[in-house]
Every structure is written in structure tokens, then in C-alpha cells.
């Protein structure tokens, strides 16, 4: 299958964007969407490393964390915290902060290309790739820079809110999770538009 920065390259794109976010089905702590541009198909340089992060054990996506930031031509990474989703809701959020991530790119991307949504209100074309952080190298860059930051903003969380155990199961819906808010209640980084802390609010 032929990447889709090679087809967008052969007809004139030359900064071509890669967007994801991570903790879109979290209900703690916040999305973090990261854009990233990296150098074209044919320029050389080794781009290999850059693929979908769920396939990488934390160590694995920390090394290549260092490695996507060494070789983008620009990157951004934007933080929505839970007030916000809570306040615009989980999509608008997530098309919000992807326009954010695009927009301080420097240099500015000239195509888009995102993990399954297409972000409406751009000044530059852009795609919405099924799959896309398998297939496009530029999505699965962004893929791992909003995954290895959002890991670590939870690990930090964890530190501050010692009774949820963040730092395992990094905010998301698990047993231990749903335990420890039945027994401390949820706290003012969860989600509270999300059904389950909802409920117990």
C-alpha cells in the first residue's frame, strides 16, 4: 500500500501534517493532540520508527518520542484539559485542538492528515485517513508524540490524586479505576460529561 505522503508528494504537497490525539475515551485527565510534519518520503532520511504507538511498549514510544522530535521539520503538541471537554463536549474538543495543533506549526503545513476525522474550517486541504496511524507515517508520528505526553501528564496526575492509580491505567475505564471512584469520588480532573462520573457525582 502506498503511504499517503508519497501520493500527496507526487502532486505537489510538500508539508504534509500528520494529527492524533490521545485520551479520547479517557474519563480522567486531559486529550492531548500533537501534529507533526517530517520530511518528505525521499528526502533520506530514516523514518521508519515512526508508526502506530499502540503497537510500542512505553520504553519502545519514549526512545521514539526523542527520535520524531529529532527529525520533524515542526511539531506541536496541545493539551484540552477535562473542564474544557466537559464544557464543548468530547468532539468539538477534539476538532478544536486539532485546528490548534495545525495553526502553531512552524512552518505551516500545506495538507492534512488526520486519524479518522476530518477537521472542518482549514485553510489547507486535509484527509481523513481510516486507520491512519497504521498507514501514515506522519499520523503515527503524531501518534506516539500525543501518547508519550499524555502518559506522562497522567504520571504526574498520579502523584498529586495518589487514589486512583493514574499511573497504570493512565485514566481510563478499568476495574481499579471505577473502584477507587466508588470509594474516594471523582475528582476535579475527571471527566463529569462522561456517563460514569456522572453518575457518581
Same mark, same amino acid.
Given at each position: 500500500?502506498?503511504?499517503?505522503?508519497?501520493?500527496?508528494?507526487?502532486?505537489?504537497?510538500?508539508?504534509?501534517?500528520?494529527?492524533?490525539?490521545?485520551?479520547?475515551?479517557?474519563?480522567?485527565?486531559? @486529550?492531548?493532540?500533537?501534529?507533526? !510534519?517530517?520530511?518528505?518520503?525521499?528526502?533520506?532520511?530514516?523514518?521508519?520508527?515512526?508508526?502506530? %504507538?499502540?503497537?510500542? %511498549?512505553?520504553?519502545?514510544?519514549?526512545?521514539? &518520542?526523542?527520535?520524531?522530535?529529532?527529525?520533524?521539520?515542526?511539531? %506541536? !503538541?496541545?493539551?484540552?484539559?477535562?473542564?474544557?471537554?466537559?464544557?464543548?463536549?468530547?468532539?468539538?474538543?477534539? @476538532?478544536?485542538?486539532?485546528?490548534?495543533?495545525?495553526?502553531?506549526?512552524?512552518?505551516?503545513?500545506?495538507?492534512?492528515?488526520?486519524?479518522?476525522?476530518?477537521?472542518?474550517?482549514?485553510?489547507?486541504?486535509?484527509?481523513?485517513?481510516?486507520?491512519?496511524?497504521?498507514?501514515?507515517?506522519?499520523?503515527?508520528?503524531?501518534?506516539? @508524540?500525543?501518547?508519550?505526553?499524555?502518559?506522562?501528564?497522567?504520571? #504526574?496526575?498520579? !502523584?498529586?490524586?495518589?487514589?486512583?492509580? @493514574?499511573?497504570?491505567?493512565?485514566?481510563?475505564?478499568?476495574?481499579?479505576?471505577?473502584? #477507587?471512584?466508588?470509594?474516594?469520588?471523582?475528582?476535579?480532573?475527571?471527566?463529569?460529561? &462522561?456517563?460514569?462520573?456522572?453518575?457518581?457525582?
Amino acid at each position: 500500500m502506498i503511504a499517503p505522503e508519497v501520493s500527496l508528494e507526487g502532486i505537489g504537497f510538500s508539508r504534509i501534517a500528520g494529527v492524533d490525539e490521545a485520551g479520547r475515551g479517557a474519563c480522567a485527565g486531559p @486529550l492531548v493532540i500533537a501534529a507533526v !510534519i517530517l520530511p518528505r518520503s525521499d528526502s533520506g532520511v530514516d523514518l521508519s520508527e515512526c508508526v502506530d %504507538s499502540k503497537s510500542l %511498549s512505553e520504553e519502545e514510544r519514549e526512545r521514539r &518520542f526523542d527520535r520524531v522530535r529529532e527529525v520533524a521539520l515542526a511539531y %506541536s !503538541i496541545i493539551e484540552v484539559p477535562a473542564t474544557e471537554i466537559d464544557e464543548v463536549g468530547l468532539h468539538i474538543s477534539n @476538532l478544536t485542538g486539532m485546528r490548534r495543533a495545525l495553526s502553531t506549526l512552524d512552518p505551516a503545513a500545506d495538507y492534512a492528515l488526520t486519524d479518522g476525522y476530518a477537521i472542518d474550517g482549514l485553510t489547507i486541504p486535509n484527509l481523513a485517513v481510516w486507520k491512519g496511524d497504521s498507514v501514515s507515517r506522519s499520523i503515527g508520528a503524531a501518534s506516539i @508524540l500525543a501518547k508519550v505526553t499524555r502518559d506522562r501528564i497522567m504520571r #504526574a496526575l498520579a !502523584i498529586e490524586y495518589p487514589h486512583y492509580g @493514574l499511573e497504570i491505567h493512565k485514566g481510563y475505564v478499568t476495574a481499579a479505576h471505577t473502584s #477507587a471512584l466508588l470509594a474516594h469520588g471523582p475528582s476535579n480532573i475527571h471527566r463529569f460529561s &462522561f456517563a460514569n462520573i456522572a453518575a457518581l457525582s
